[in-house]
């Protein structure tokens, strides 16, 4: 058990709609990443937040988005849903706002869209 | 953007040998790191080593790092089946990202 939690665990929703998937960190972590992992393109790094602000942004797409909370859990929104955003979607988090350390991966929600 | 690519895509060995798995990347790096996935699970970070380095060991693992060549290798020895995982490097990107190669798919059998 790495810590960090994700909430739910399975999705199952229809194209075009928009749903919400809900990140813990750590305790005492202070950033949180996201990421996508699908059979085509592996395992995109969406994006970090630190300490509540956005801090380095990969291939997210401009229909989702995410916040990172005062008390430091993350939110990650996607919306006008596609069936190709079917994926795994993980969270993981780390003390410090930097990469070169090691990251603690919760254990994913899995996205289907139908 | 710079990405590790893993090779081979998929190993299969008896339980009790070792397991090596290659990664290359394509641009400079500060630091290098390793992770373990099993089946739809969280990826559990393995071992990191930086740029400066080109060895290092944890356990049963062993990691190099060639900057020259711009690849690194793990080497599992005395595999076991509960090794069977996927396995990927990580690269920095200087702009604070994590870039996750392909992965290698290993198979341990009793």
């Known amino acids: 058990d790495s810590g960090v939690t994700q909430t739910p665990k399975h999705l199952i929703t229809a194209t075009g709609q928009r749903v919400t998937l809900r990140c813990s960190p750590r305790?005492?972590?202070?950033?949180v990443y996201w990421y996508q992992q699908s059979l085509d393109q592996g395992l995109q790094f969406l994006i970090q937040?630190?300490?509540?602000?956005?801090?380095a942004k990969g291939n997210i797409l401009e229909r989702f988005s995410a916040q990172q909370f005062p008390d430091l859990h993350s939110e990650l929104n996607l919306s006008s849903l596609e069936l190709g955003d079917s994926a795994l979607y993980f969270c993981?988090?780390?003390?410090?706002?930097?990469?070169?350390?090691?990251?603690?991966f919760g254990p994913g929600t899995r996205l289907t869209v139908l | 953007s710079q990405q590790g690519e893993e090779d081979p895509q998929a190993l299969s060995i008896q339980e009790g040998e070792n397991a090596t798995m290659n990664c290359s990347y394509k641009?400079?790096?500060?630091?290098l790191q390793w992770y373990r996935q099993n089946s739809g699970r969280g990826l559990v970070h393995l071992i990191l080593?930086?740029?400066?380095?080109r060895e290092k060991h944890s356990g049963r693992l062993r990691v190099t790092l060639d900057t020259s060549k711009k690849s690194s290798s793990l080497l599992i020895t005395a595999s076991r089946a509960a090794d069977t995982a996927s396995y990927f490097c990580?690269?920095?990107?200087?702009?604070?990202?994590?870039?996750f190669g392909s992965g290698t798919r290993l198979l341990v059998r009793p």
């Open positions: 993981a988090s780390s003390p410090q706002d930097r990469i070169d350390n090691e990251q603690f």
């Open positions: 305790s005492g972590d202070l950033s």
């Open positions: 937040y630190y300490n509540g602000e956005e801090r």
């Open positions: 641009t400079s790096i500060n630091n």
């Open positions: 080593i930086r740029s400066n380095e």
């Open positions: 990580a690269t920095d990107d200087s702009s604070y990202k994590l870039i």
